[in-house]
């Protein structure tokens, strides 16, 4: 069974109740783990609980993060 962990989350908000999620996650299946980059779409519902819509998953390599991040400021 995979279970996973938080390392980090930063949270920029948007909109009325909405969010984006920046977080960077562990995978642990056993002895292996596997760290990963999550970016998440939410929002807070009237008692301030998060829920989330839709997420993507980034991987740790150095060029697609960077490449990413340039694509990003460009589009």
Do not use: C, H
């Amino acid at each position: 069974m995979v279970e996973f962990e938080t390392i980090t989350a930063k949270n920029i908000p948007f909109g009325r109740n909405n969010f984006i999620e920046v977080a960077r996650k562990k995978a642990v299946n056993g002895k292996d783990e596997t760290e990963f980059i999550s970016i998440s779409r939410g929002f807070f519902q009237s008692d301030d609980t998060k829920s989330y819509r839709k997420s993507v998953t980034i991987p740790l390599d150095e060029d697609v993060r960077s490449q990413l991040a340039k694509e990003l400021l460009e589009i």
